[in-house]
């Protein structure tokens, strides 16, 4: 019988399993692990390296501390570990980057779903609805009440403007300003966000086919769109960039660069394109390597 893994298991003595993050050896230990079990030192060994290698990593840098962190770590450990034990993972080309989207996309989630007070999938439709108004955040009617903010005694003003901010709305804006049209970006977007992180054997950025396809763009145009707003298991995409540092961040030269490369064919990839951006900004303002 299978049962779920013990995450804390690896830090009792005895456990001495080296991994190493290659496609070849984390065949080999999942071998290893259909013999032993996922209570054996392998198992224990690799999920303790997802959770504090990926998944920790990962928590921090869209901006999660404290109980909201680990909650969400707890989750993106979990579903890695399912992903772990899918035969798919063992045929496909880059299966430590599909490991990485399924985390980053898992933290995200709950980050998402916390606004909205739903499961991840739902707020992530919900987030893209919230541009127009449709609906908003799950607010407590506690800290309202706290706050100082009274029961309307009478039918709220039909003309009040609807508040329409948050992830999705900084996302189409950064795509609107490399030259991406409203409607197109809107589209681009819904299509990102609504992609399953199921795993591809023929590529680490699931949903890049269906979009060029759907929308009509080149397959370039649609893979760097993917990966520039999802990112990769080790560079945070614009999407995460806007959780962790707020709707702003779209106008930084990091995010601008990235996205320009979705514009132009002869550019490099949005990954190569940011870092060198982050490059030469260090190099403009040396105070930041010193902080």
């Not at 706290?146 to 900084?170: I, N, T, V």
């Not at 999407?239 to 709707?247: D, F, K, M």
Request: glycine share 8%; charged share 20%.
């Amino acid at each position: 019988m299978t049962t779920t893994p013990d995450p804390t298991a690896g830090d009792e003595p005895g456990h001495d399993v080296r991994v190493v993050r290659d496609r070849a050896s984390l065949l080999s230990m999942l071998s290893v692990i259909d013999s032993e079990g996922w209570d054996g030192p392998t198992g224990t060994a690799l999920l303790n390296y997802v959770r504090e290698r990926i998944v920790r990593p990962l928590a921090i840098s869209v901006g999660l501390r404290g109980a909201a962190a680990s909650q969400a770590e707890a989750t993106a450990w979990q579903a890695l570990w399912v992903e772990l034990t899918k035969p798919a993972l063992r045929t496909a080309t880059s299966p430590w980057g599909i490991l990485g989207q399924v985390a980053r996309r898992q933290l995200l989630g709950e980050i998402v779903a916390a606004r909205f007070a739903t499961n991840d999938r739902r707020a992530w439709k919900l987030e893209v609805a919230s541009r127009y108004g449709a609906v908003g955040p799950a607010v407590s009617l506690d800290l309202l009440l706290e706050a100082g903010w009274e029961p309307a005694s009478e039918d709220p003003d039909p003309s009040a403007p609807l508040h329409a901010g948050g992830l999705a709305e900084a996302a189409c804006r950064a795509l609107v300003l490399v030259g991406w049209s409203e409607q197109m970006a809107t589209k681009i977007l819904a299509m990102v966000l609504d992609t399953s992180t199921r795993v591809d054997d023929r590529t680490q950025f699931p949903g890049w086919r269906a979009m060029a396809s759907a929308l009509g763009i080149p397959a370039w145009q649609a893979r760097r769109l993917t990966i520039a707003l999802r990112g990769t298991s080790d560079w945070p995409g614009v999407l995460a960039r806007i959780v962790a540092e707020g709707p702003t961040v779209v106008e930084s030269p990091v995010v601008h660069t990235a996205l320009m490369t979705t514009r132009r064919h002869s550019d490099r990839s949005p990954v190569l394109a940011a870092r060198r951006a982050e490059e030469a900004a260090t190099d403009a303002c040396p105070q930041r390597r010193a902080g």
